[in-house]
């Protein structure tokens, strides 16, 4: 070979062109092949200690994420509503992220050719750069998830030992064959003061099998007892409200408690309405309620539009807005402020029509939560439910509450029963009554059930009590409505 030609030769390696072994391409693809499997660099570069070792760890981490992913994935649910376990696992992201990103660069370095020239160098550093980035992103991405799904947890859910409410690991429900939880929909609107509970129901949960009773009692109930104490002692013939505007109606409780502080004494402002209240539904119903949980309705669609909205099945029209809109029959999805209206109105219906809209509301947005809508819409689901969420569950009761809740959405029995006209006439209610069938839903077989109220038009909560042929004195038994019904068989 003459001398030029060898030249020419020796400026294609220096380059990094040509397919040598030392080439500029060959080094990026076993750089992006390390970035795949560690390792593989540098058993090219004749390295096989770092080699190894880099093999070594890469396959204790997939085994480990693929450990977590499949024979502890109940674990790992568990862990995701644990904060500790959470910062944990973002520093651990952060961590992984960083020694991936020094395992590509690295790799690059061990195999880039020795002398090349400005415009190579400027390609290889590009390519590296790209790599990295494509490793950085989604675990930064996990990352921020994680921070943001933590920050979230720890702003909803308090520590029991904040709260008063301490939690035994090893007996998370104390015993207890059922958790009562009130949940409570409030209406800050405009154009009233305070937050007035215009939805309240328990949801009794069997704490072995999940299967569940929803007791609604409507917004409008009159003259019920107050919990012993300086609230019955205000009003020992049953609540009474507070001024004109006030007539004494059950969803007045938790405003005239945070109004009142000396009716709930040695409770802190915004925790004096939830627990007045939780004592006055519990002695409606004659069961403990353990805890609460308050969603703010117009927050509520924040939810929905942050998951793309919710399918329902509307079987009437249904007025929307203020501007004559109607939501029409059909199936339908709608966005949040749709939502909303149609667990709201009252306009050609009532509001017991409304309270069984809204259970069938709650149970159509709790099976179209899946995991792929989570995913796609973390942060802003994070963001609304901070601003539309408030609990007394503390944090140590969440994976108790997470493995029953995936007892509750894998074929437990969700029952529902409400307290309604004609069964319950809400200005001279029969408590005796109440808890009597109080008593009897939730400890009866929730398999026998009736599939809807025997003789209701679907969505109609309810019917008239029917006369005992077989009762000595003719007074009326209670109807086929004084038994709790299946929410999938009553909800359209």
């Not at 090893?170 to 009562?180: A, I, T, Y």
């Not at 309705?297 to 509307?314: E, H, L, Q, R, T």
């Not at 398999?447 to 809807?452: G, M």
Request: charged fraction near 20%; include cysteine.
């Amino acid at each position: 070979m003459g001398r030029s030609a060898r030249r020419h030769a020796r400026e294609r390696d220096e380059d990094g062109t040509s397919g040598g072994a030392g080439g500029l391409p060959r080094a990026l693809a076993l750089t992006l092949a390390s970035a795949l499997v560690w390792g593989i660099a540098h058993f090219a570069a004749g390295r096989r200690i770092a080699g190894g070792l880099l093999l070594a760890l890469y396959l204790s981490v997939v085994v480990a994420l693929g450990g977590a992913a499949t024979i502890y994935r109940s674990d790992l649910v568990h862990l995701a509503v644990q904060p500790a376990a959470l910062q944990r696992m973002s520093g651990g992201l952060v961590a992984l992220g960083a020694v991936w990103i020094l395992v590509v660069i690295h790799s690059y370095l061990v195999l880039r050719p020795a002398r090349l020239a400005v415009g190579a160098r400027a390609l290889g550093a590009a390519s590296v750069a790209v790599m990295c980035f494509a490793v950085a992103v989604p675990v930064a991405w996990s990352a921020h998830s994680t921070y943001v799904y933590r920050n979230a947890l720890t702003s909803i859910f308090r520590s029991g030992s904040e709260n008063g409410k301490k939690v035994d690991a090893e007996d998370p429900f104390n015993g207890e064959p059922r958790v009562n939880v009130l949940l409570l929909g409030g209406d800050a609107a405009s154009n009233r003061t305070g937050v007035r509970t215009d939805s309240m129901t328990v949801a009794s949960v069997d704490t072995k099998t999940g299967d569940t009773v929803l007791l609604s009692l409507p917004r409008n109930l009159e003259s019920f007892p107050m919990p012993p104490g300086p609230a019955r002692d205000r009003f020992p013939y049953g609540f009474t409200g507070d001024g004109p505007q006030n007539p004494g109606l059950l969803n007045e409780v938790y405003e005239y408690a945070e109004n009142h502080p000396d009716v709930v004494p040695g409770v802190a402002k915004n925790h004096r309405g939830p627990e007045l209240l939780k004592a006055t539904i519990a002695g409606i119903l004659g069961v403990r309620v353990d805890y609460y949980i308050l969603v703010d309705m117009f927050g509520f669609a924040d939810i929905i539009d942050a998951m793309g909205g919710v399918k329902v099945k509307i079987t009437e029209p249904i007025p929307y807005g203020l501007q004559g809109a109607v939501l029409q029959p059909g199936d339908r999805r709608l966005s949040g402020k749709e939502a909303l209206w149609y667990g709201r109105s009252r306009t050609n219906s009532s509001d017991y029509v409304r309270m069984g809209r809204q259970k069938c509301l709650m149970r159509a947005i709790a099976e179209q939560a899946d995991p792929q809508t989570v995913l796609r819409s973390f942060d802003k689901l994070a963001a609304a439910a901070k601003r539309t969420l408030s609990t007394d569950i503390p944090q140590e009761l969440l994976p108790a509450l997470v493995k029953l809740s995936n007892k509750v959405k894998n074929g437990a029995q969700i029952r529902s029963l409400q307290f309604v006209p004609p069964l319950i006439y809400t200005g001279n209610p029969d408590f005796d009554k109440i808890r009597k069938l109080t008593s009897e839903a939730v400890n009866s077989d929730p398999r026998q059930v009736s599939a809807k109220p025997s003789g209701t038009p679907s969505g109609t909560p309810g019917t008239t009590p029917t006369r005992s042929p077989d009762s000595p004195d003719g007074s009326e038994s209670p109807g086929p409505d004084s038994k709790p019904v299946s929410l999938k068989a009553s909800c359209p």
